[in-house]
């Protein structure tokens, strides 16, 4: 993990079309801006891994028993 110290308007670059900037620092909270194409999804951790989540639930065994017995 890289771990970088930014200030409020100050900003990080990824990979040449992401950035992110630094809105406000209050108390143990900051607030980030991200600039990104639309293509590039962007997910708060926790979002993230629900997804994952749903997405081998919908892929385990049961599920592809139903899929089995939908297509015949």
């Known amino acids: ?6 200030k409020k308007n100050e900003a990080i670059i990824i990979s040449n079309n992401v950035e992110i900037t ?3 620092v209050k108390g143990d909270q900051v607030k ?3 600039t990104a194409p639309k293509d590039v999804p962007i997910y708060r951790k926790e979002v993230y ?7 081998k639930e ?3 065994a049961d599920g592809m028993e139903a899929l089995k017995t939908l297509l015949g």
């Open 1 to 6: 993990m890289l771990a970088l110290s930014r």
């Open 32 to 34: 980030i801006g991200i």
């Open 58 to 60: 919908a892929v385990n």
């Open 49 to 55: 891994m629900q997804i994952q989540e749903a997405n």
């Open 22 to 24: 630094i809105l406000e």
